[in-house]
């Protein structure tokens, strides 16, 4: 589980600081876990980014991204456009990798309102534009939670019956679920609500990574 916590705006070609080679290796799931721990209590966005595996970095971006979309709060916008995916720069960049993958035009695409067919969606295609565009991807990271997310953010607990099948390990923790209460005439509450959560792990080259 990767949280979006989610703003220090960075250019999108601004110094990426460590890279993920030159972060310590961690030698057992439970030592990754007990960083990636350390570093959210500390809001250390940066460092919880290398700590992923390279796809869940991926998806990590792109759950940002999401973030931002059903954000109403106006530094997401902001962000967006700095690290280049604007609402314009979005659509032109997937309009013209759509027409490359699937040959349909959406710039033209026409529906009729007494017959309405929208276009055919390519979710996987969206997360590609997004990957493509953002440069920056670590400064994106941590600019969305910086902003978004849970200041200070929620606790994780300590790992729970962990076990591991050669590259890969799988173990519990106690997180917190947000849960939105409306009563009639009533202002919304936000519950955060116990719950146990499942991380999994892989090692690459000798080093444990986070999963989710």
């Known amino acids: ?114 017959n309405f067919k929208p276009f055919p969606r390519d979710d996987d295609l969206l997360r590609k534009v997004v990957a493509d565009l953002i440069g920056d991807k670590v400064g994106f990271f941590e600019a969305v939670n910086n902003a978004l997310g849970a200041n200070p953010p929620e606790e994780i607990g300590p790992l729970e019956g962990l076990t591991v099948q050669g590259n890969s390990a799988e173990g519990r923790a106690g997180t917190h679920l947000e849960v939105i209460t409306a009563g009639s005439g009533q202002p919304s509450r936000t519950i955060h609500q116990p719950i146990m959560s499942t991380f999994r792990f892989r090692s690459i080259d000798g080093s444990w990574f986070l999963v989710q």
């Open 1 to 114: 589980m990767v949280p979006i916590v989610v703003i220090t705006l960075v250019h999108a070609a601004a110094d990426e600081g460590p890279k993920p080679e030159s972060q310590p290796s961690h030698a057992s799931p439970n030592a990754v876990f007990e960083a990636y721990r350390d570093a959210r209590a500390k809001g250390n966005f940066r460092r919880m980014f290398f700590l992923l595996t390279p796809e869940a970095r991926e998806s990590a971006v792109f759950e940002s991204y999401f973030a931002c979309q059903v954000s109403t709060k106006p530094q997401a916008t902001a962000i967006q456009k700095q690290f280049g995916v604007g609402a314009e720069t979005l659509h032109a960049e997937f309009v013209k990798q759509y027409y490359q993958r699937h040959g349909v035009d959406l710039s033209q695409w026409k529906t009729d309102p007494n």
